[in-house]
C-alpha cells in the first residue's frame, strides 16, 4: 500500500452525521465552490469531534476518493486535522413564489390558446423547486381553474 494522497479543505456541515455499527460515520457538507457531498469520519481518528449543523471546519490531511470509486468523495486519514472555524449562520429561508397556475384550464381557451399545458408549467416549478432545495413554494391565487 502507497502512501495516502491527501488534501485541506473547508466544508459547511448541512445535516447530522449518519453513524454506522463501529462508530464511524458520513456527514453531507458543502464545500468553498457549493460542492455537496458527504465526508466520511473514522472513529478511531475523530470520536470526539462535535459536528454541529450550519458550522464551519477546516480538514487539514484528508483523504481524497476518486469520485467513481463510490465512495465518500473525502475521508479523513490517520493525521487529519479538523477544527470549526465557524459557527451556524442565521437561519435563510427560501421561498418560491407561484402563482397564477391555472391548473385544470381547457387548452381550448382561446384567450390563452398560445400558453402551454399548465400542468407541465406546473410540474417545471415543482422540479425547480426540488432542483434548488427550496425550503417552502408559496403557491398564490388562482391554483385552479374552475369557475362556479
Known amino acids: 500500500m502507497g502512501k495516502v494522497e491527501t488534501t485541506n479543505i473547508t466544508v459547511r456541515v448541512l445535516g447530522s452525521p ?37 458550522s464551519t471546519y477546516e480538514l ?33 429561508v427560501s421561498l418560491l413564489h407561484v402563482s397564477d397556475t391555472h391548473l385544470g384550464r381547457p387548452l381550448t381557451d382561446k384567450e390563452h390558446m398560445g400558453n402551454a399545458n399548465q400542468l407541465e408549467r406546473f410540474l417545471d416549478a415543482v422540479n425547480l423547486a426540488v432542483r434548488s432545495r427550496v425550503d417552502a413554494i408559496l403557491l398564490t391565487g388562482d391554483i385552479f381553474d374552475v369557475r362556479v
Do not use: C, M
Open 18 to 54: 449518519k453513524f454506522d455499527r463501529h462508530g464511524n460515520h458520513e456527514i453531507p457538507v458543502e464545500d468553498a465552490d457549493g460542492r455537496l457531498f458527504d465526508l466520511r469520519v473514522w472513529s478511531k481518528h475523530h470520536g470526539q469531534v462535535e459536528w454541529r449543523v450550519g
Open 60 to 92: 487539514d490531511g484528508v483523504k481524497r476518493n476518486p469520485v467513481e470509486d463510490n465512495k465518500a468523495r473525502y475521508e479523513t486519514a490517520k493525521n487529519t486535522q479538523i477544527s470549526r472555524v465557524g459557527h451556524p449562520q442565521t437561519a435563510e
